[in-house]
């Protein structure tokens, strides 16, 4: 199957007929990515199992995991969120290099509801928008390492001043903690805005502090 067909294919599906009632999704979400180098794509199944396939010139790959229930939950769940659903479909750049990879994004709810993004390696992102990618790079990333446990990110450790790499690459400073209430406040070093986050939420979407 090439990659132009399986993006037409996975387009079709997410998309429902007039009148259509949506059936359970079997999957949360669903990254499908094409470069130059290649096409991959990586969907989190509703039975706890992450498929990754890759396919370049050296060939095809097929890797799949099992995360966690707590894992499960947490992606179904943030993957479920208003602001994701609420992004605009198409974020992609407009600029046509032919180095930038594409992605389309299929987010699916437990009510069957779906909901397509599409960007590239180029797309000026939200800050919600790049919370998505972030989590999805961090889905990905279990592949290569485990995600780092909870207690990598205990308040103790996250005091103001404290930086913060997300997977995507993106750096962050901690301005406020909020340890009562389970949150901190932190900053983009590069892109100066800011956002509250779950402290029990960090860990899948930024390495530990140093």
Do not use: H
């Amino acid at each position: 199957m090439t990659a132009v067909v399986a993006l037409l294919l996975l387009s079709a599906r997410s998309t429902p007929a007039p009148g259509a009632v949506p059936s359970k999704s079997t999957f949360c979400v669903e990254w499908v990515r094409q470069s130059r180098e290649g096409y991959e794509r990586m969907t989190l199944f509703s039975d706890r199992t992450v498929v990754w396939k890759t396919s370049d010139a050296r060939g095809e790959e097929v890797r799949r995991k099992t995360v966690s229930p707590e894992e499960l939950a947490f992606y179904c769940s943030y993957f479920s969120r208003r602001e994701f659903w609420e992004l605009p479909d198409d974020l992609r750049s407009g600029l046509g290099s032919e180095f930038a990879g594409k992605s389309s994004v299929t987010l699916a709810r437990s009510d069957g509801f779906q909901k397509r993004v599409r960007f590239d390696d180029l797309s000026a992102l939200s800050a919600d928008a790049g919370g998505l990618r972030a989590a999805l790079d961090g889905l990905k990333t279990i592949f290569t390492n485990p995600l780092a446990p909870a207690s990598r990110f205990t308040p103790d450790v996250l005091a103001p001043g404290t930086l913060l790499k997300r997977f995507d690459g993106a750096v962050f400073r901690v301005r406020r903690l909020e340890k009562e209430k389970g949150f901190v406040e932190i900053v983009g070093v590069i892109e100066p805005y800011s956002q509250f986050v779950k402290i029990e939420e960090l860990r899948y979407q930024f390495s530990p502090p140093e």
